[in-house]
């Protein structure tokens, strides 16, 4: 069965570390892959997607993802986290490219300390 | 620009009451639309999804119904609320390449 793991639940890092949350996917076709950030109390909003090309993507308030195929996976990463990166990350895949058929994983909580 | 608005953004409500959900989507005609729901600590699960005026598809089972009267609109709804329906309800609206979600609605069912 398709499916997303994040196997992260809870990742606490220190304001100005680098940063990576982990997201591994079980498809067996070529993936449409997808990070969204939910802060608290609101929907959630995009910070990048994978559909072809270069494997590492590059997203908003400086994210980045890499996609590699050979391990299933698309980790997202940040050279230096902010207290405001604060917030809820899930990672989600669908196979046919329609955003309506999103699978999305359980989600990492990121807790930056000042 | 095309904005989403969802309401109540938050609810109380007691088991066994009805609720009704509200999301309005302006500046994009013809809309995909979704709903999600998002237990406490869980990961989003499709409910419905609408892509014309009063066609609605159910893609889980929740007690729950949704309509769509008008192409901007979209709502869920039931009769008999159970503790289950508590939790955080998005509503969303797609591009090809991505998915434009509300605010959200806190719903707590006791």
């Known amino acids: 069965a398709q499916s997303v793991t994040q196997p992260d639940a809870r990742v606490t890092v220190s304001e100005g570390a680098s940063l990576q949350l982990r997201c591994k996917y079980s498809?067996?076709?070529?993936?449409?892959l997808f990070w969204y950030v939910q802060y608290p109390r609101q929907g959630l909003q995009l910070l990048l997607k994978?559909?072809?090309?270069?494997?590492v993507v590059q997203g908003v308030n400086g994210f980045e993802a890499e996609f590699i195929k050979s391990n299933s996976s698309f980790h997202l990463r940040k050279a230096s986290v902010h207290w405001s990166d604060s917030a809820v990350y899930f990672c989600?895949?669908?196979?046919?490219?329609?955003?309506?058929?999103?699978?999305f994983g359980l989600g990492t909580t990121l807790q930056v300390q000042p | 620009a095309q904005t989403i608005h969802q309401w109540p953004v938050a609810e109380i409500k007691a088991v066994g009451s009805p609720l009704s959900l509200g999301c309005t989507i302006k500046?994009?005609?013809?809309?995909?639309l979704y709903w999600y729901w998002q237990a406490t600590g869980g990961t989003l699960q499709q409910l419905f999804y609408?892509?014309?005026?009063?066609?609605v598809e159910s893609v889980v089972q929740l007690n729950l119904s949704a309509s769509r009267p008008k192409d901007d609109q979209f709502i869920l709804s039931t009769e008999k609320l159970l503790l289950s329906h508590s939790g955080f309800y998005l509503c969303?609206?797609?591009?090809?390449?991505?998915?434009?979600f509300g605010h959200g609605t806190k719903l707590s069912v006791l």
């Open positions: 969303a609206w797609s591009l090809p390449e991505r998915l434009f």
């Open positions: 498809y067996s076709g070529t993936p449409y």
């Open positions: 994978y559909y072809s090309g270069d494997p």
């Open positions: 989600a895949v669908t196979l046919t490219g329609n955003t309506g058929k999103l699978i």
């Open positions: 500046g994009k005609s013809s809309p995909n």
């Open positions: 609408s892509i014309t005026v009063g066609q």
